[in-house]
């Protein structure tokens, strides 16, 4: 069976692959996930903040301006609480590359434009052969528009763009008034692809102790719909790839993915979860679910249930609206 797909250019062997995570820190795990047929390995991010600090310390010890950069970088990890400083970061994309024969993907981290940008450049040279901005922002301040938060994103990807040559995904999240428009002006400044969608930080209250809790729970598949619905809203109408990220963890996940339009599957929590061998699985499980369909290719099945053929995608998200709320019985 012919798994094969086209992702921000990349020729594949199939769609599936791990999604940015720390299982790309280690070098058995990554050949591990390579062994186990990962058709790309993503790499974890390296952060505006990280690049920020370092930056900071080439002029001056960071405690004597702890608050001179980054909006109070006393809330940010220490520099030795993340996993690699910039410098190994892009020695860890060398190592990466060296092991593994298929495409490596690096990942920036940030929101605002700045010289930490210049950090994809280095990426490139250190032998990425693609490049993911994951554009992880929650705004907080009432005076900041829609359109400036979507308007800084369009200018780090041209920004990005000018410097290097090797494609560029944008990693988004789900809240954007009108994400269909954004997702074109992306296209129009660059962007290779989009990554649907960010599984965003959302924090407990602890009653007792008054304080707020850092909770990150693996994903379900409950979470894949979100991403079904823009997927198929997406696709077939802009140039750039589409990435599925966050509840995807089954062989069926996986079919509503490719059929809503998604040209590459990304894995975290169910690898994480289930070990590098589920990819295995989930490829095996896809081809024997082709044949017994009777799809010739995965490409005979991508974008097949998307709405390109519906002549009014609005009014058709509005019309299963309003049945779903008026089709319930108690």
Do not use: C
Request: no cysteine; proline share 5%; hydrophobic share 45%.
């Amino acid at each position: 069976m012919n798994l094969s797909t086209t992702y921000l250019g990349l020729k594949l062997a199939h769609p599936l692959m791990p999604g940015a995570s720390p299982l790309a820190t280690d070098l058995d795990t990554v050949r591990r996930l390579e062994d186990a047929g990962a058709a790309a390995i993503v790499m974890h991010s390296l952060f505006e903040e990280q690049i920020a600090m370092e930056q900071a310390e080439d002029l001056a010890h960071v405690d004597a301006h702890a608050e001179s950069f980054a909006e109070a970088t006393s809330y940010f990890p220490r520099p030795e609480a993340y996993r690699l400083g910039p410098d190994d970061y892009l020695a860890l994309i060398a190592k990466v590359k060296a092991a593994v024969k298929v495409p490596v993907i690096a990942s920036l981290n940030g929101v605002t434009k700045g010289g930490w940008l210049s950090y994809a450049r280095q990426m490139q040279q250190a032998g990425a052969d693609a490049l993911e901005l994951n554009v992880y922002h929650v705004p907080t301040d009432p005076a900041v528009t829609a359109e400036q938060v979507e308007g800084t994103a369009v200018e780090m990807v041209q920004e990005i763009k000018k410097n290097i040559t090797i494609p560029v995904a944008v990693k988004l999240a789900p809240f954007y008034s009108s994400l269909p428009h954004f997702a074109r002006g992306l296209e129009a400044a660059g962007a290779d692809g989009l990554v649907l969608f960010n599984r965003f930080y959302q924090p407990d209250i602890d009653v007792e102790q008054l304080e707020a809790r850092r909770t990150l729970p693996y994903s379900t598949s409950a979470e894949l719909n979100l991403r079904l619905r823009w997927l198929a809203i997406l696709s077939g109408r802009l140039r750039p790839s589409l990435a599925v990220s966050g509840g995807v963890h089954t062989t069926t996940d996986v079919v509503k993915a490719v059929m809503a339009g998604a040209h590459a599957v990304q894995l975290v929590s169910a690898v994480l979860q289930q070990g590098t061998m589920h990819l295995r699985r989930l490829r095996e499980e896809l081809s024997q679910w082709l044949e017994k369909h009777e799809y010739e290719s995965l490409g005979q099945m991508r974008g097949s249930m998307n709405l390109v053929k519906s002549p009014n995608p609005t009014a058709y998200e509005r019309a299963n609206y309003i049945q779903v709320l008026q089709g319930w019985k108690a």
